[in-house]
């Protein structure tokens, strides 16, 4: 079955960076969008970015020229690089895909925490 593991959350303080790693299994990788969501407490989740299966990136404004994503299509796992970050940032981040069935399936999480 599809599983996503998180990995690499921690604490910071302002100006930091992280990598955050989501291994996947269950489906085919490589062919496959994957995205990066978080949610702040008291706050709806939202979408950080994403890369498609052929390395395409998008990513919401407020992390543009921050973050990054990457896959390792040979090691089944996305990153996602987090520079100069700040107390907004503080957040559970998840993984996710939507496979061809149209189900959608999320990691547990990793918490990132920014403090000033």
């Known amino acids: 079955q599809v599983q996503l593991v998180e990995s690499g959350g921690g604490s910071v303080h302002t100006g930091g960076s992280l990598r955050l790693s989501c291994a996947a299994s269950?489906?085919?990788?490589?062919?496959?969008?994957m995205g990066w969501y978080r949610q702040a407490p008291g706050k709806q989740r939202e979408l950080v970015g994403l890369?498609?299966?052929?390395?395409?990136?998008a990513f919401t404004d407020s992390v543009k020229g921050r973050f990054t994503i990457s896959r390792d299509n040979a090691k089944n796992t996305v990153y996602l690089e987090m520079n100069s970050l700040k107390p907004e940032d503080t957040a559970v981040y998840y993984c996710?895909?939507?496979?061809?069935?149209?189900?959608?399936?999320w990691g547990k999480g990793t918490l990132v925490t920014v403090s000033s």
């Open positions: 890369i498609t299966s052929g390395g395409s990136t």
């Open positions: 269950g489906f085919i990788f490589s062919t496959y969008t």
């Open positions: 996710h895909v939507t496979v061809d069935s149209g189900m959608d399936y």
